[in-house]
């Protein structure tokens, strides 16, 4: 039973850490950041189906086209971005198999992680905020 607690806290810093960077930024980044994390989370457990017909091959093949070509773009035009959003996508993805494999339910790995992303996020930006600033460039001059 720590595995899964250790895959949430691996989410908690992320978003914790998200939350912090986003402190550097007006409010409505922290929020719209927030908005898509949510829904890159709804659609990671209930967006299976969808997101298996729009990878098929065919007319609908210009759309994974679209969004693959989207992805490497944003990978080398916004290298931080990018590796925020593989960092936040791979604890989710942790966590999910991590509590599902313990035995919870879809909904309730979910709402967890829901709670969790907020209340982590919230913290970080309060904490970037009024405590210890952010700067927007902290992860780049940390990668290179």
Do not use: N
């Amino acid at each position: 039973m720590l595995t899964p607690v250790i895959s949430l806290v691996c989410v908690g810093i992320a978003y914790g850490l998200l939350g912090w960077h986003l402190s550097a930024y007006h409010i409505y980044w922290a929020m719209g950041s927030w908005f898509v994390a949510i829904t890159l989370t709804v659609l990671l457990f209930w967006g299976e189906k969808v997101t298996k017909r729009m990878f098929r091959l065919g007319p609908r093949g210009v759309v994974s086209m679209f969004i693959l070509s989207s992805i490497l773009t944003l990978a080398v035009a916004a290298s931080t971005l990018f590796g925020m959003i593989v960092i936040l996508l791979a604890s989710q993805l942790l966590a999910r198999l991590e509590l599902q494999a313990a035995g919870l339910g879809r909904r309730l790995t979910l709402i967890l992680i829901v709670v969790l992303s907020l209340s982590t996020l919230s913290c970080g930006w309060i904490v970037g905020d009024t405590y210890y600033p952010s700067s927007p460039y902290w992860l780049t001059s940390f990668l290179s």
